[in-house]
């Protein structure tokens, strides 16, 4: 292999004897350069077409300038293959006085050039450009919308029959920012999905995802379409059909409290504009007589069929939890959720004059979170309620009133002005009085005509989710990648994307769907991997436990267990798993570790602290202990994946061949791992070998912030050796 290594002096600021480093680098290597700002002018025409380089600068993962991206982009624009990182300046140069950090210098490049030597292919992968968008709220739609104009093939798949989710049944609509003011879902929801219709999206309307499966690197999904008894592409929306239609059933747009026909539309601005027939429907044939394009046929059967996708939206939102509500008289006819009251309003309350109302937020911790919308909607009807109904007597009971941001508390002072009125107290129970209903309170009775109960939202198609192989919270929802700030929508799997994580407001819903549609967009460019896992067929005895720990869901089992490399993140859980040693972390293998601890240690003088610190937390603040200006005794470290990428066969091996005296491994903080669980796994790992008796090896959660923890702790584990 054909090697380099490019030594940046960082403008002559390091404190570091650059004349020694390169002798020494010219010794390993085929040609070494030495530059003043390798950030601001990379001029590796001296390097072009080389196998490998090494970049001994400063650190690939939090340098201003010069980070992993812009070395690997810069090693590529020459040719090179394969590049390493000698991080001489944030955990070398700026820790240490100037003879520790020339012979740490030297080390470093050293372990860079063993790792490089024993580099492989970096893998690479290209999505299909097709995206599937699974639910047709207005977070689905705008994202069908958005892709759609960026020029990808889109298909949205809806369950009902037309597109606009639950802000269709909302008849006025808060507008989140500003002022409180309300506009009507029947202005917005046809401007919105008439765009979406016109855009060149596939709509799939009455259509489920009956199955995921992952197919060399995409998904080919299996799609159901139920029945088209009438033609979408002839239905001309006249609505001819139900006039003549004999057959009355219960409208599920309204919950049932209004009927339609058995060909009807669910509401009158239904989009797409056609009808449809639902069960109940006899088959009288009255609608196929009247139907002025013969766009009814009867005998429509259902479709199913497979396609694939390179990624996949998830707009499914939000259903509500009805077991909670039972305990108080949801079986009654004048107890309703906030959604069904929302319909009442939308048809005036059916011309009546209620007496009273009174509303219950939620009294209980009983799903565990803020459903979020339940207080906000509260006040927004209320107000609805005395605009349209000024003689009503309306009450809310609550526990603990969360009406954020500026619209909605400005809400809430205009319904005291209207009259509400709002009382913090404990539910006791519901009551049914002859012809009226009571709420029983710890500080008195209310009584009332209608009951609306805040429902807790629960996270819909549960199913769904694990079919996809989406990592769940303790509640259902499925798991940003982490780090969320930076990566929100951006699930575990990778390409698989979630518009509705959350309880979301119309206009926030409409905003996370363009905002995923341009992170679907960068997804589908597709991805280069220098660290990726894969299983050697012949080594694997089919015992699963890659497939049990592998938080992306990147391996399947076929006649072993076989790791997909488009869906891998090369967090390297499985290859420490592996007890059969079948799979391999490229890039990062038992061999370069061992080779990298065989030279570790050449120029170094005292205890030999070798620390793994892994990929996104632990190495960070390795690098903050430079920026931050402290001053350590040496050690060398080795960014891993994860901690959990790290196997402790390894451990033990450069513990046993005396190639270090003492292993420190960290990784994230609890609830950190950006693979879920390889910290708490390393951990437990660790400490296993600590009670075996190997007491050379310790774990610690490091998060980025906590660059003064892992100086103490290097600093005790010199202590502890030179006091051995
Ligand atoms: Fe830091 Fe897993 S990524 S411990």
Redesign the pocket.
Known sequence: MKVGVAICTCGGTLNIDFDEVREFAEGMADRVEVFDFLCKNPNLEGFRDFDGIVFACCSERSSLNFNENAMHKTAKSYGIRFWENANIREQCAWIHDRKTATDKAKDLIAMAIEKLKLSKFYNSFEPLKRVLVIGGGVAGISCAKSLAELGIDVTLVEEKPYLGGHVCQIPFLWQGEGYPSMCTSECVIPVVNRELMLSNARILTSSRVLDVEKVDGNFRVKIETEPKYVDPERCVGCGRCSEVCPIEVPNPFNFGMTKRKAIDKDFRLAMPDVYNIVEGCNKCGECLKVCPTNAINMDAKAEVFEEDFGAIVIATGFETNREVLKKYRYDHPKVMTLLEFERMIANNLFGEVPMSVVFVLCQKDEVGYCSRLCCPVTVKQVNRLKMIRPETEVTVIYKSLRTYGRAFEAFRRIAIKRGVEFVQTDVEGIEEREDYLVVKTKDGEFEADYVVLAEPLIPSSLKLFKRLGLKLDDFGFPLEFQPRVVNPGESYVDRIFLASKGFKDVQESVESGRAIALKVYEALKGKEMKYYSVTNLEKCSRCGLCYAICPHDAIKLEEVFRIDPAFCKG?GLCYATCPSRAITLVNLEDEQILRMADVAFKNNEGPRILAFL?????YAAGDLMGYYGLKLPPFRSVRVR???SLNPDVVEKILAENKADYVLIA??PPKN???IW??YI?DRRIRLLNALGEKRVRFEYVGVAMWNKLAKIIENAHNEVKGT
Request: proline share 0%; net charge neutral.
């Open positions: 967090c892994c990929y996104w937390c632990s994860c901690s959990a990784g994230c791992c950006h693979h390889g910290n390393q």
